[in-house]
């Protein structure tokens, strides 16, 4: 990777030059390197710069429609680190000082690193840096949705998946970093291990969808889960109120013949008009109304959860725990494949 330039080696030279404890932009206390180096370094340090093809090294890695995730190795980081601040020592006398200087300065790069991502409203976190992971998402979602929401937990929230607190909960694990890498790749930092993950389409505007599911003979079924019109809650078919879509009771959705993701209006209206325990319709009289309609057809965001299963642990917690092994070998065994092709 190729850091260094002519306006680089300026500002870590003169900093350098200067022995003298210098107050950082954003700090309350005096630091030894300024603020506009500590934040190109913590940048460094949330991997803004380095190539995609040192983060992944083999497209095969990071298939379309795959997540990976994994931990990042300090030692790594901190190799990055120290190879940009050798651009600012020109002899061993400079060197023999920047080593005894570091100590301090990767504690303020610690700092640092807490405010590259600030969150509007949030207390800022301080202290030493401790174990970031993360993940790389290649999704259509990615491009089609890029103002993905992503939230990770260090425990369960108390009420439901639904629920949204704010990133200065004692729950929320804080999100150092989240950028598209590629209109389709997204990269997420994490400072700690997360127990739960939420990424969730954008709560923007008003959304309306169906449910789809296959069914018998290679069909696939629309429905939405019912509400009650006067209520918005959900119902099941006698009326009486669920706590989650999934138990409501399904309506079917009528879609037109020969034109695919086309909703047949009429016959979804009258299937609405026809459904019970929703309050929508009392009779043919009292046909189905344009808000009625709109009610059974809004949509939450979608929300993809990745969570440690405490019952199952095998199921999923080791999505959360990669092992250099696991990822050496199905490395080893693409490389192979690839060989064997010629």
């Known amino acids: 990777m190729n850091i260094s330039s002519i306006s680089t080696y300026a500002i870590l030279s003169a900093a350098l030059a200067d022995r003298a404890f210098v107050a950082g932009g954003n700090t309350e206390t005096p630091t030894i390197a300024p603020e506009n180096i500590l934040r190109f370094l913590a940048r460094l340090r949330m991997l803004e710069g380095v190539p995609f093809n040192n983060l992944v090294p083999d497209a095969d890695l990071l298939p379309n429609e795959s997540i990976r995730f994994f931990f990042l190795d300090r030692a790594w980081t901190d190799a990055l680190v120290q190879g940009a601040l050798s651009v600012g020592t020109g002899n061993t006398i400079e060197r023999a000082q920047m080593e005894r200087l570091y100590p301090k300065i990767e504690a303020e790069i610690d700092d640092a690193e807490r405010r590259y991502r600030a969150p509007g409203g949030e207390p800022l976190l301080g202290g030493t840096a401790g174990l970031v992971t993360g993940f790389v998402m290649r999704s259509a979602a990615v491009a089609g949705w890029p103002g993905l929401h992503v939230r990770a937990y260090r425990s369960e929230p108390a009420d439901n998946d639904e629920e949204i607190v704010a990133e200065s909960d004692a729950s929320r694990i ?67 109120a669920v706590d989650t879509s999934l138990q409501a009771a399904e309506i079917p959705v ?15 209206a009258r299937n609405f008009a026809a459904a019970t325990g929703t309050g929508m ?35 999923q917690n080791d999505a959360f725990r990669p092992t250099a092994l696991t990822v050496s070998q199905g490395y080893t065994r ?9």
């Open 174 to 240: 804080k999100l150092l970093r989240l950028e598209r890498l590629a209109p389709s790749v997204l990269l997420a930092l994490f400072d700690g291990v997360p127990s739960v993950l939420h990424i969730e389409e954008p709560r923007q505007g008003v959304q309306y969808g169906v449910r789809m599911e296959p069914s018998a003979g290679g069909q696939w079924k629309s429905f939405v889960p019912a509400r009650n019109v006067q209520t918005a809650g959900y119902v099941n078919a006698a009326g009486n």
């Open 334 to 342: 693409l490389l192979d494949i690839k060989i064997a092709e010629g």
């Open 254 to 268: 009528a879609f037109r013949r020969g034109a695919a993701g086309v909703i047949d209006m009429t016959n979804t």
């Open 281 to 315: 319709s009392n009779g043919p009289a009292d046909p189905v109304d344009g808000a009625e309609f709109a009610l059974q057809m809004i949509r939450f965001p979608y929300r993809q959860v990745f969570a440690q299963s405490e019952t199952s642990p095998g199921i």
